[in-house]
């Protein structure tokens, strides 16, 4: 069972009456990629910020490469890599500036910096706009980036918030490229999407409405239990059962 | 929110009651060597003054220096030695009054309450009332009987606020749709750019309109500053006014991108000239002349000039003519250029 | 710590990349320290003066040369009918009006007795009673020179005189530049030290790139120093500047121990800093932060002493102030510039500014969050 890098125990949370995450029990395992579905409001994004320990979980436990999210958060997010929802890479800097900037917080040195910045502008072909300011970076190619600023780190797992919303097709199948990648390394994948051909690349799904999870398992499985053709009608079924609204 | 409407009343019965200029509890040291009945007489007659807190007594001349240097006192009274009898016999008697001159106005004033003091003291030695030759001023305090403070700052701080309110707050919510990108969205929607800009003053207009009123109900009913006026015109020209900070925000939110330079450009280029240049707290007639041309520029000066006038002096139309039409230029010029700006960007 | 370099670096280049703060950095010091003590005068001149005369006389002459000769008054009419000086008055353009009665030369040669209309408009009512004491000061220096030429009179010896002498302490050409100076070279702190970092916070918070931050291992406490830090060293160039420019431009060095006014304006600066991040960790929106921020910031100007003495407001108001760290400050800046007062003189306010800087920075701290 060593292989586990994320586990929730009837994870909770809760603001005033409003339930967003409820009870929650899953199990991620090393290298895996795991999506993780619901539609707007379901709780993905409350549930993945507990996780990363931005979140206290009102009850429940959960534990993150080993450590538990309540009382060892800091531990947690050494080994953590993140990218949410909004664009969060800094404008006002320049592509090598960033990936500098985020080495150095997860305590990288100067030289291994310099390596791999020089490393990962290679695979991305980012060579030419080392000293772009990102600001100025096409949407797609910051959120390449901003990917690869996650896991330069080397962390044993990356969370993704809706990492490919509002990008371009080819852009994003770019993107789970490098994705596959990082699952390759042994980098576990956590990440959530709206979009149902993604949830076909992933390894597991699970599909959350108001704020419980109603199914998870590998796409294939999922398809044969409800006797559709593809992810986009597993959705839908279960998305139907939702009570709250947008 | 509640800040928007809750800061003008803060500020205005604050600065209303607690920013003036005259000059009380004066904390007065006394070093008397002689302690004899003619510097006893001075002391009381000092402290019988409501001007003067109690006084304190030093024994030294290191002692007085303490009390100033630690900020316990403001003049120190010191009396020569055998004062009484220097006063009776050989006519005359010295006191040297030590003052803190580092605020050069207080201290002004305050050695023209003790001097008055000792020369009334002093009259009462005069042995003889011969004719003197005076010339009595007969002073009549126009628009403000009890010279208060506030009638002065109610109409500066109007200014301040409704800079605030309305350039400060239409810039920054402009730019800050410019930043969130939602602009593009209203402007590629078929509402013409015109609309838009208006919509978004509209809020802050009324807001102003709202805090108008709570200001000029406190002013006169709390302040007790009067309303000799005719009140339609103060609220016409308010409005005026209020058009043209709105102007000057839509000004800034065109030049600008992000709301922090909305923010410092509203900050630096409104606020410190407003409160400095207009006449607020300094006399603008006071200040070098390139300082008095520059303070033409700032319409919170006209704007205030007004209120003073038709407020508190109680004038009619023709006197404020002048301020109206330089105020509306301004509303029109500013209005021309930010639209003009505005839509120049658009392509 | 060397997270901290990387964080530190990022800050930098950040703050010389704006397209505004620079600018902004030069520009203040310059606008406050140079522009704002002309501006900043309480000296009241260029008082205008109509005069309204029903009869003329070389007495009157003599007086109206008189007083627009003086620096303090400006004649701009003389004229024979009240209601013109009055109009004078509404329009802005006199500030005083001084009516010659009929017969008052006669009455001044007869009965050595004369009188005199002031009207005086007193909105600003400081203005009006400064405007009120150089007139009498004038009136009783022009009775002195015409005593002799009117009716000479044998100074009775009898008459016991006290003499007054004044010696004004700490600024003898009683200057009101000197005295708003070193005041005024604290309201630079206040903006730079608190109110810039809480906005960059703020900012970071809307961009959303602090919750990155948060999900590093990224210790609280090195982030706010990584934040602070910048803004601090330039704060305190830009106060040296100030210092400098005081020096060169208005010729004031300080009294007192430079090292002095250093540690106030560090427990200065720690006290605002703290205080910039507790409205930092309290607001969601630049917008919502600034406006709170420019609330203070006029508040605590105002009712800090800077412009108008504390000690003439209402006792309420005084008990407020005690609550306004820049108080203390402009207080004890002002003891130390211009009086040369030491420390042991100046401890109640390094005491309470302590506070403040305990009080602010516990309380940022603790309400800073990396997680709710």
């Not at chain 2, 006191?95 to 023209?112: A, E, F, H, R």
């Not at chain 2, 030695?125 to 628009?143: A, G, N």
């Not at chain 2, 520059?294 to 023709?318: D, N, Q, R, T």
């Not at chain 3, 003499?163 to 604290?186: D, E």
């Amino acid at each position: 069972m060593d292989n586990i890098v994320i586990e929730t125990d009837l994870l909770t949370k809760r603001f005033g009456n409003f339930t967003a995450v409820d009870q929650i029990s899953f199990q991620v395992t090393k290298g895996e990629i795991f999506g993780f579905l619901g539609a707007n409001g379901a709780g993905k994004t409350t549930a993945m910020r507990m996780l990363c320990g931005l979140s206290i979980p009102t009850s429940g436990t959960g534990t993150v490469a080993g450590y538990d999210i309540t009382k060892q958060s800091e531990m947690v997010k050494r080994n953590i890599g993140y990218m949410s929802q909004k664009f969060s890479l800094y404008e006002d800097l320049k592509v090598w500036e960033n990936i500098r900037l985020y080495g150095g917080i997860y305590g990288l040195n100067e030289k291994e910096i310099a390596e791999k910045t020089d490393r990962l502008l290679q695979t991305l072909q980012f060579e030419s706009e080392r000293n772009t300011m990102v600001k100025s970076l096409p949407l797609g190619w910051k959120q390449k980036l901003a990917f690869s600023v996650a896991i330069f780190h080397e962390p044993k797992i990356v969370f993704l918030d809706e990492p490919t919303g509002g990008v371009d097709p080819v852009t994003r199948r770019q993107f789970w490229e490098l994705i596959y990648e990082a699952s390759d390394r042994g980098i576990t994948v956590f990440v959530t999407t709206h979009y149902m051909d993604e949830a076909e690349y992933c390894h597991r799904v699970s599909i959350m409405v108001d704020g419980r999870i109603e199914a998870l398992d590998s796409p294939k499985n999922l398809k044969q239990q409800y006797g559709v053709k593809n992810m986009q009608e597993v959705f839908y079924h279960l998305a139907q059962t939702a009570k709250r609204g947008d | 929110m509640l800040i928007l409407f809750g800061m003008p009343i803060v500020q205005i019965i604050l600065f209303g009651f607690a920013v003036t200029t005259e000059v009380q509890n004066i904390r007065l040291a006394v070093l008397d060597p002689s302690n004899d009945q003619a510097t006893t007489e001075i002391i009381r007659e000092l402290q019988a003054n409501t001007y003067f807190g109690p006084v304190m007594y030093v024994h030294t001349t290191e002692e007085a220096n303490k009390a100033f240097l630690k900020n316990k006192a403001d003049i120190v009274l010191t009396f020569e030695e055998n004062f009484q009898e220097n006063l009776l016999h050989t006519g005359t008697a010295s006191i040297q009054l030590l003052v803190d001159g580092t605020d050069p106005n207080m201290c002004k004033i305050l050695v023209g309450y003790v001097s008055n003091i000792l020369t009334t003291y002093q009259q009462k030695f005069s042995v003889s009332d011969r004719t003197k030759t005076q010339i009595i001023p007969h002073v009549k305090m126009l628009y403000n009987p009890q010279t208060k403070s506030a009638y002065n700052f109610v109409p500066g701080v109007m200014g301040l606020i409704f800079m605030l309110i309305c350039a400060m707050m239409t810039s920054i919510s402009i730019v800050r749709e410019k930043e969130t990108g939602t602009m593009e969205v209203l402007l590629v929607s078929p509402i013409k750019p015109l609309y838009i800009v208006f919509a978004k003053m509209v809020p802050y207009f009324v807001l102003s309109c709202v805090n108008l009123t709570t200001i000029l109900l406190l002013s006169v009913y709390v302040l007790g500053v009067p309303m000799s006026g005719n009140l339609g015109l103060l609220v016409a020209i308010s409005m005026l006014f209020i058009l043209v900070a709105l102007a000057i925000g839509l000004l800034i939110s065109t030049i600008v991108d992000t709301q922090v330079a909305a923010m410092l450009v509203s900050g630096m280029i409104l606020m410190l000239p407003v409160i400095l240049l207009s006449g607020m707290i300094y006399t603008i007639e006071s200040m070098p002349v390139l300082l008095q041309y520059a303070s033409h520029m700032i319409p919170a000066k006209w704007y205030i000039v007004c209120v003073k006038k038709v407020m508190i002096e109680g004038l009619g139309f023709s006197a404020v003519f002048h301020e109206v039409i330089i105020l509306f230029s301004m509303a029109v010029a500013l209005l021309t250029v930010s639209i003009k700006l505005f839509k120049d960007r658009l392509q | 710590m060397s997270t901290l370099k990387f964080l530190l670096e990022k800050e930098f280049k950040q703050f010389f990349r704006n397209p505004f703060l620079p600018g902004t950095l030069v520009f203040m010091p310059i606008m406050i320290i140079l522009i704002m003590p002309f501006a900043a005068t309480m000296d009241v001149r260029n008082i205008n003066v109509a005069f309204v005369l029903s009869e003329q006389s070389p007495l009157t002459n003599r007086l109206i040369q008189k007083i627009s000769s003086s620096e303090y008054f400006n004649l701009v009419e003389v004229t024979s009918s009240p209601k013109e000086a009055l109009s004078l008055m509404e329009k802005g353009s006199a500030d005083m009006i001084l009516e010659v009665p009929v017969g008052f030369e006669r009455k001044l040669t007869r009965e050595g007795k004369g009188d005199l209309m002031l009207s005086i408009n007193a909105v600003n009512g400081a203005k009006g009673g400064i405007g009120t004491s150089y007139i009498s000061t004038l009136l009783n220096d022009f009775v002195l020179e015409i005593r002799d030429d009117l009716a000479p009179v044998v100074i009775s010896s009898a008459t016991p005189v006290i003499r007054v002498v004044p010696r004004y302490l700490f600024n003898p050409s009683l200057s009101y530049r000197t005295y708003m100076v070193p005041a005024l070279i604290t309201i630079l702190l206040t903006l730079l030290c608190s109110f810039l970092p809480a906005l960059n916070i703020v900012s970071e918070k809307e961009a959303g790139t602090i919750e990155q931050i948060n999900v590093t291992p990224v210790s609280k406490f090195t982030f706010i120093i990584a934040k602070l830090l910048p803004y601090w060293i330039m704060g305190f160039i830009v106060f040296s500047i100030a210092m400098i420019l005081a020096c060169v431009v208005w010729g004031l060095i300080p009294v007192g121990n430079v090292a002095t006014i250093y540690l106030l304006a560090i427990i200065y600066v720690f006290a605002m800093s703290g205080f910039g991040l507790v409205i930092s960790n309290y607001s969601a929106t630049m917008q919502q932060a600034m406006f709170v921020i420019f609330f203070f910031i006029i508040v605590l100007m105002m009712m800090s002493g800077l412009f108008t003495p504390f000690r003439s407001m209402p006792l309420w108001a005084q008990y407020i102030t005690a609550f306004n760290p820049l108080r203390y400050l402009i207080e004890a800046m002002r003891m130390v510039f211009l009086k040369g007062s030491g420390i042991q003189d100046i401890a109640r306010n390094l005491f309470a500014l302590i506070g403040f800087a305990l009080f602010f920075l516990l309380w940022a701290v603790k309400s800073y969050k990396k997680s709710n």
